[in-house]
Protein backbone atom coordinates (compact mmCIF):
# COMPACT_ATOMS: atom_id res chain seq x y z
CA UNK A 1 0.00 0.00 0.00
CA UNK A 2 1.29 3.22 -0.79
CA UNK A 3 2.53 5.91 1.98
CA UNK A 4 3.42 9.90 1.84
CA UNK A 5 5.41 10.79 4.25
CA UNK A 6 5.79 14.61 4.78
CA UNK A 7 8.75 15.78 6.85
CA UNK A 8 8.77 18.24 8.56
CA UNK A 9 5.24 18.42 9.99
CA UNK A 10 5.32 21.90 10.94
CA UNK A 11 8.06 24.97 9.89
CA UNK A 12 8.21 28.49 11.47
CA UNK A 13 10.89 30.53 9.23
CA UNK A 14 11.44 34.49 9.36
CA UNK A 15 9.70 36.51 6.12
CA UNK A 16 12.41 36.47 2.59
CA UNK A 17 13.83 33.26 3.95
CA UNK A 18 14.01 29.98 1.08
CA UNK A 19 12.71 27.05 2.42
CA UNK A 20 12.13 23.23 1.23
CA UNK A 21 9.48 20.82 2.29
CA UNK A 22 10.05 17.50 1.88
CA UNK A 23 7.55 14.74 0.08
CA UNK A 24 8.78 10.79 0.09
CA UNK A 25 6.40 7.99 -1.12
CA UNK A 26 7.15 4.29 -0.87
CA UNK A 27 5.74 2.83 -4.34
CA UNK A 28 7.59 4.92 -7.11
CA UNK A 29 4.77 3.21 -9.75
CA UNK A 30 2.76 7.00 -9.65
CA UNK A 31 0.90 8.68 -12.67
CA UNK A 32 1.69 11.91 -11.43
CA UNK A 33 2.38 13.89 -7.82
CA UNK A 34 0.42 16.90 -6.85
CA UNK A 35 1.25 19.40 -4.25
CA UNK A 36 -1.68 21.62 -2.89
CA UNK A 37 -1.99 24.37 -0.24
CA UNK A 38 -4.47 24.57 2.58
CA UNK A 39 -5.54 27.28 4.42
CA UNK A 40 -7.45 26.97 7.49
CA UNK A 41 -11.26 25.90 7.23
CA UNK A 42 -10.16 25.91 3.83
CA UNK A 43 -10.28 23.61 0.78
CA UNK A 44 -7.45 22.42 -1.03
CA UNK A 45 -5.95 24.73 -4.16
CA UNK A 46 -3.67 23.14 -6.47
CA UNK A 47 -0.23 24.31 -6.68
CA UNK A 48 1.57 22.07 -9.12
CA UNK A 49 1.03 19.07 -11.11
CA UNK A 50 4.16 17.06 -11.86
CA UNK A 51 3.73 13.97 -14.44
CA UNK A 52 5.87 10.69 -13.67
CA UNK A 53 7.94 11.73 -16.74
CA UNK A 54 8.60 15.04 -15.78
CA UNK A 55 11.09 16.21 -13.10
CA UNK A 56 10.21 19.56 -12.07
CA UNK A 57 7.15 22.23 -12.16
CA UNK A 58 7.42 25.94 -11.40
CA UNK A 59 5.05 28.60 -10.53
CA UNK A 60 6.54 31.89 -9.62
CA UNK A 61 8.21 31.30 -6.53
CA UNK A 62 7.24 27.59 -6.50
CA UNK A 63 9.64 25.10 -7.87
CA UNK A 64 8.71 21.52 -7.52
CA UNK A 65 11.27 18.62 -8.37
CA UNK A 66 10.33 14.82 -8.41
CA UNK A 67 12.40 11.97 -8.26
CA UNK A 68 10.58 8.69 -8.96
CA UNK A 69 13.15 6.38 -8.54
CA UNK A 70 14.26 7.30 -5.28
CA UNK A 71 10.21 8.15 -4.49
CA UNK A 72 11.08 11.41 -3.35
CA UNK A 73 9.59 15.31 -4.40
CA UNK A 74 10.41 18.76 -2.81
CA UNK A 75 8.33 21.61 -3.15
CA UNK A 76 10.93 24.92 -2.54
CA UNK A 77 9.65 28.35 -1.67
CA UNK A 78 11.64 31.08 -2.74
CA UNK A 79 11.47 34.11 -1.08
CA UNK A 80 8.94 33.43 1.80
CA UNK A 81 6.03 36.01 2.92
CA UNK A 82 3.42 35.67 5.79
CA UNK A 83 0.82 35.20 3.19
CA UNK A 84 3.01 31.67 2.48
CA UNK A 85 1.60 30.62 5.66
CA UNK A 86 -0.53 27.57 5.42
CA UNK A 87 -0.51 23.61 5.48
CA UNK A 88 1.41 22.44 2.32
CA UNK A 89 0.11 18.97 1.07
CA UNK A 90 1.40 16.36 -1.57
CA UNK A 91 -0.72 13.79 -2.97
CA UNK A 92 0.62 10.70 -5.34
CA UNK A 93 -1.99 8.73 -8.34
CA UNK A 94 -1.30 5.67 -8.69
CA UNK A 95 -1.71 3.65 -12.00
CA UNK A 96 -3.98 1.28 -10.49
CA UNK A 97 -5.76 3.02 -7.91
CA UNK A 98 -9.04 4.57 -9.64
CA UNK A 99 -7.14 7.96 -9.62
CA UNK A 100 -7.13 8.01 -5.87
CA UNK A 101 -4.82 10.46 -4.88
CA UNK A 102 -2.58 8.94 -1.57
CA UNK A 103 -1.91 11.97 0.47
CA UNK A 104 0.86 13.10 3.02
CA UNK A 105 0.01 14.79 6.41
CA UNK A 106 1.27 17.86 5.17
CA UNK A 107 3.75 20.42 6.60
CA UNK A 108 2.48 23.10 8.70
CA UNK A 109 4.07 26.11 7.58
CA UNK A 110 4.35 29.97 9.65
CA UNK A 111 6.43 32.37 7.86
CA UNK A 112 6.39 35.18 10.28
CA UNK A 113 7.13 39.06 9.67
CA UNK B 1 -17.22 30.13 -12.88
CA UNK B 2 -18.01 28.75 -9.18
CA UNK B 3 -16.02 25.73 -9.35
CA UNK B 4 -16.57 22.89 -6.70
CA UNK B 5 -19.51 23.98 -4.61
CA UNK B 6 -20.95 21.89 -1.22
CA UNK B 7 -23.20 22.32 1.05
CA UNK B 8 -23.60 22.45 3.46
CA UNK B 9 -20.74 23.94 5.48
CA UNK B 10 -21.64 23.03 8.79
CA UNK B 11 -23.93 20.38 10.26
CA UNK B 12 -24.36 18.62 13.62
CA UNK B 13 -26.64 15.35 13.45
CA UNK B 14 -27.36 12.91 16.15
CA UNK B 15 -26.39 9.27 15.96
CA UNK B 16 -28.40 7.38 13.44
CA UNK B 17 -30.10 10.74 11.78
CA UNK B 18 -29.37 10.53 7.66
CA UNK B 19 -28.33 13.37 5.65
CA UNK B 20 -26.73 14.17 2.47
CA UNK B 21 -24.12 16.26 1.50
CA UNK B 22 -24.48 17.99 -1.83
CA UNK B 23 -21.31 18.48 -4.19
CA UNK B 24 -21.82 20.44 -7.49
CA UNK B 25 -18.98 21.89 -10.53
CA UNK B 26 -19.81 24.14 -13.33
CA UNK B 27 -16.58 22.82 -14.93
CA UNK B 28 -17.97 20.21 -17.05
CA UNK B 29 -15.60 18.05 -14.88
CA UNK B 30 -15.81 13.99 -15.86
CA UNK B 31 -14.34 13.05 -12.76
CA UNK B 32 -15.64 13.78 -8.84
CA UNK B 33 -14.81 11.90 -5.78
CA UNK B 34 -15.19 12.71 -1.64
CA UNK B 35 -12.42 12.68 0.99
CA UNK B 36 -12.93 13.11 4.27
CA UNK B 37 -9.88 14.85 6.54
CA UNK B 38 -9.33 13.92 10.04
CA UNK B 39 -6.33 14.75 11.99
CA UNK B 40 -4.08 12.26 12.16
CA UNK B 41 -5.25 10.51 9.13
CA UNK B 42 -5.30 12.44 6.42
CA UNK B 43 -7.02 12.59 3.47
CA UNK B 44 -8.57 9.14 2.72
CA UNK B 45 -11.07 8.57 -0.50
CA UNK B 46 -14.71 7.38 0.34
CA UNK B 47 -16.36 7.27 -3.24
CA UNK B 48 -15.31 8.51 -6.65
CA UNK B 49 -17.00 8.70 -9.75
CA UNK B 50 -14.85 9.32 -13.64
CA UNK B 51 -18.75 9.97 -15.31
CA UNK B 52 -22.40 10.17 -14.88
CA UNK B 53 -23.91 6.98 -13.83
CA UNK B 54 -20.47 4.93 -12.63
CA UNK B 55 -19.09 5.04 -9.14
CA UNK B 56 -16.88 2.93 -7.00
CA UNK B 57 -15.46 2.58 -4.11
CA UNK B 58 -12.67 4.44 -2.31
CA UNK B 59 -10.26 3.62 0.87
CA UNK B 60 -13.23 4.42 3.49
CA UNK B 61 -16.47 3.48 1.68
CA UNK B 62 -18.46 2.09 4.78
CA UNK B 63 -21.55 3.87 5.96
CA UNK B 64 -22.39 6.16 3.13
CA UNK B 65 -23.35 5.94 -0.63
CA UNK B 66 -23.52 7.77 -3.55
CA UNK B 67 -25.43 8.51 -7.16
CA UNK B 68 -23.99 10.33 -10.30
CA UNK B 69 -27.81 10.87 -12.14
CA UNK B 70 -25.41 13.87 -13.79
CA UNK B 71 -22.27 15.54 -14.76
CA UNK B 72 -22.64 18.16 -12.29
CA UNK B 73 -23.66 16.47 -9.14
CA UNK B 74 -22.42 14.14 -7.24
CA UNK B 75 -24.05 14.13 -3.50
CA UNK B 76 -22.73 11.78 -0.75
CA UNK B 77 -25.19 10.26 1.88
CA UNK B 78 -24.62 9.28 5.21
CA UNK B 79 -27.15 6.71 6.22
CA UNK B 80 -27.33 6.07 9.54
CA UNK B 81 -24.77 8.85 11.26
CA UNK B 82 -22.30 7.56 14.15
CA UNK B 83 -19.64 9.08 15.78
CA UNK B 84 -16.66 7.70 14.18
CA UNK B 85 -18.45 9.88 11.28
CA UNK B 86 -17.58 12.99 12.41
CA UNK B 87 -15.04 15.01 10.01
CA UNK B 88 -14.75 17.42 7.48
CA UNK B 89 -15.39 16.29 3.74
CA UNK B 90 -14.56 17.73 0.60
CA UNK B 91 -15.86 17.04 -2.80
CA UNK B 92 -12.93 17.60 -5.60
CA UNK B 93 -12.80 17.31 -9.44
CA UNK B 94 -10.90 17.04 -12.29
CA UNK B 95 -11.04 17.16 -16.08
CA UNK B 96 -10.63 13.40 -16.49
CA UNK B 97 -9.36 9.91 -15.01
CA UNK B 98 -5.80 10.65 -13.85
CA UNK B 99 -5.46 13.56 -15.68
CA UNK B 100 -4.98 16.97 -14.72
CA UNK B 101 -5.05 18.85 -11.72
CA UNK B 102 -7.91 18.06 -8.91
CA UNK B 103 -10.45 21.19 -8.01
CA UNK B 104 -11.29 21.12 -4.10
CA UNK B 105 -14.77 22.27 -2.41
CA UNK B 106 -14.67 24.76 0.40
CA UNK B 107 -15.39 21.53 3.16
CA UNK B 108 -18.50 20.60 4.74
CA UNK B 109 -18.12 19.88 8.65
CA UNK B 110 -20.22 17.13 10.07
CA UNK B 111 -20.35 16.69 13.68
CA UNK B 112 -22.29 13.47 15.05
CA UNK B 113 -23.57 13.57 18.52
Known amino acids: KQEVTQIPAALSVPEGENLVLNCSFTDSAIYNLQWFRQDPGKGLTSLLLIQSSQREQTSGRLNASLDKSSGRSTLYIAASQPGDSATYLCAVTENNAGNMLTFGGGTRLMVKP | NAGVTQTPKFQVLKTGQSMTLQCAQD?????MSWYRQDPGMGLRLIHY???????DQGEVPNGYNVSRSTTEDFPLRLLSAAPSQTSVYFC????????????FGEGSRLTVL
Open chain 2, 27 to 31: MNHEY
Open chain 2, 49 to 55: SVGAGIT
Open chain 2, 92 to 103: ASSLGFLTGELF
